[in-house]
């Protein structure tokens, strides 16, 4: 076998130009990436390359996919442990190079011992700047936004890391279509109230301000995954919010008990399957408050509450939430959005939407937020 013996090793802190994408804690020795969309970026000029990832769970590995030049060309699962990865070999050494190792998965809310890491990179070239991109985008949802389902066979139905994806998703797809760098916060299930199953700890607002608050275990607590997110190094230009589906579905679901209260949290439906007007009120309380707490943090951002991909019941809900807010404050940044929904053509694995319907949620998207901006 070949060997390289020019290949030389840089710890990401060594790497010139190297560009991380999604929430950090700032440390780079390694890199911890914690959320779906989360990568290391650089431009390379060189004609072979490895990373040297770390990957730790206790039942859901970690998955990442590889981009050279913003094309996809590689998608693996993550064993434990720590190796080298190779991510091209034999190519032009004269050629410049963009490489983007995507976290492909959500975080882990379920898994404490889940985690990913990137420590170095091994290459025979040399690394030349990252081009800025003029926007910041940030996404925050579910299942949706994570990707799950847009990998695999309309038939599948186990609830495993193979079928989520960052790349053929709406989230990464707009900002693509809109040159624009991109966050993504979001977890399966979860609402701004409550989980599908009334889960009234499973909310994205609550651990919002946090670096990765939804994770737990000891191992995620030594990884900074519970400190304070620094909003002031990166602020978005448009913040779009996808939620209110699981929300929907803990109105079907039985109540939820706390096993340390021993209280039980039920979102209820009226005899003719109507809303319970009260448990509809703490909804668009919710979405409210949010929204409060989304401004506080995005001081300048257009604020785009999006929905729909399946199915608009709480629609009417987010509308009186938005404009109660809207009004209260004058905030005139913020608006809602009806994203389309899935067909019987554009749905993936496990129920959730395909890449067909991402594809359609991104042009709409797309189109919306270029008014918005003026681009």
Same mark, same amino acid.
């Given at each position: 076998?070949?060997?390289?013996?020019?290949?030389?090793?840089?710890?990401?802190?060594? +790497?010139?130009?190297?560009?991380?994408? =999604?929430?950090?804690?700032?440390?780079?020795?390694?890199?911890?990436?914690?959320?779906?969309?989360?990568? $290391?970026?650089? /431009?390379?000029?060189?004609?072979?390359?490895?990373?040297? $990832?770390?990957?730790?769970?206790?039942?859901?590995?970690?998955?990442?996919?590889?981009?050279?030049?913003?094309?996809?060309?590689?998608?693996?699962?993550?064993?434990?442990?720590?190796?080298?990865?190779?991510?091209?070999?034999?190519?032009?050494?004269?050629?410049?190079?963009?490489?983007?190792? #995507?976290?492909?998965?959500? %975080?882990?809310?379920?898994?404490?011992?889940?985690?990913?890491?990137?420590?170095?990179?091994?290459?025979?070239?040399?690394?030349?700047?990252?081009?800025?991109?003029?926007?910041?985008?940030?996404?925050?949802?579910?299942?949706?936004?994570?990707?799950? =389902?847009?990998?695999?066979?309309?038939?599948?139905?186990?609830?495993?890391?193979?079928?989520?994806?960052? +790349?053929? &998703?709406?989230?990464?797809?707009?900002?693509?279509?809109? /040159?624009?760098?991109?966050?993504?916060?979001?977890?399966?299930?979860?609402? $701004?109230?409550?989980?599908?199953? @009334?889960?009234?700890?499973?909310?994205?607002?609550?651990?919002?301000?946090?670096?990765?608050?939804?994770?737990?275990?000891?191992?995620?607590?030594?990884?900074?995954?519970?400190?304070?997110?620094?909003?002031?190094?990166?602020?978005?230009?448009?913040? #779009?919010? &996808?939620?209110?589906? &699981?929300?929907?579905?803990?109105?079907?679901?039985?109540?939820?008990?706390?096993?340390?209260?021993?209280?039980?949290?039920?979102?209820?439906?009226?005899?003719?399957?109507?809303? &319970?007007?009260?448990?509809?009120?703490?909804?668009?309380?919710? $979405?409210?408050?949010?929204?409060?707490?989304?401004?506080?943090? /995005?001081?300048?951002?257009?604020?785009?509450?999006?929905?729909?991909?399946? =199915?608009?019941?709480?629609?009417? %809900?987010?509308?009186?939430?938005?404009?109660?807010? %809207?009004?209260?404050?004058?905030?005139?940044?913020?608006?809602?959005?009806?994203?389309?929904?899935?067909? @019987?053509?554009?749905?993936?694995?496990?129920?959730?939407?395909? #890449?067909?319907?991402?594809?359609?949620?991104?042009?709409?998207?797309?189109?919306?937020?270029?008014?918005?901006?003026?681009?």
């Amino acid at each position: 076998m070949h060997k390289n013996e020019a290949l030389q090793t840089y710890p990401c802190s060594g +790497i010139e130009h190297l560009k991380v994408h =999604g929430r950090t804690t700032g440390c780079l020795d390694p890199v911890t990436l914690f959320w779906t969309g989360s990568a $290391v970026e650089f /431009n390379v000029k060189a004609s072979e390359l490895w990373i040297e $990832v770390e990957s730790g769970y206790d039942q859901y590995e970690p998955w990442i996919s590889i981009l050279i030049n913003s094309v996809p060309v590689s998608r693996q699962m993550l064993t434990a442990g720590r190796y080298w990865v190779c991510v091209f070999r034999g190519m032009n050494e004269n050629a410049v190079k963009n490489v983007r190792i #995507v976290k492909d998965v959500q %975080a882990m809310s379920g898994d404490p011992g889940c985690y990913m890491q990137i420590h170095a990179v091994k290459t025979d070239g040399e690394f030349v700047p990252v081009e800025a991109k003029p926007y910041k985008f940030e996404f925050i949802g579910d299942s949706i936004t994570s990707g799950e =389902g847009v990998v695999g066979a309309k038939s599948e139905e186990d609830w495993i890391p193979m079928w989520f994806s960052a +790349i053929h &998703n709406y989230t990464a797809m707009t900002a693509d279509a809109l /040159n624009a760098e991109y966050r993504v916060i979001s977890q399966s299930g979860w609402g $701004v109230l409550t989980s599908w199953d @009334n889960n009234p700890h499973a909310n994205l607002p609550d651990t919002y301000e946090q670096v990765c608050g939804l994770l737990a275990g000891a191992k995620n607590t030594a990884l900074g995954a519970f400190s304070a997110n620094d909003f002031d190094s990166w602020q978005p230009d448009v913040v #779009v919010v &996808n939620l209110g589906t &699981n929300d929907d579905g803990a109105f079907h679901s039985p109540g939820w008990q706390d096993e340390v209260s021993g209280k039980i949290h039920n979102q209820r439906l009226n005899d003719d399957g109507t809303y &319970n007007e009260a448990d509809l009120a703490a909804f668009e309380l919710a $979405v409210e408050k949010f929204l409060l707490k989304l401004r506080t943090n /995005n001081k300048t951002a257009h604020i785009i509450w999006a929905y729909g991909m399946l =199915g608009i019941p709480m629609m009417p %809900a987010i509308h009186r939430g938005v404009d109660r807010y %809207a009004k209260r404050t004058g905030d005139k940044k913020v608006s809602v959005f009806q994203l389309p929904n899935m067909t @019987n053509e554009t749905i993936g694995a496990r129920s959730h939407p395909g #890449v067909l319907d991402h594809k359609q949620a991104a042009q709409e998207l797309t189109g919306y937020i270029q008014g918005i901006l003026a681009i």
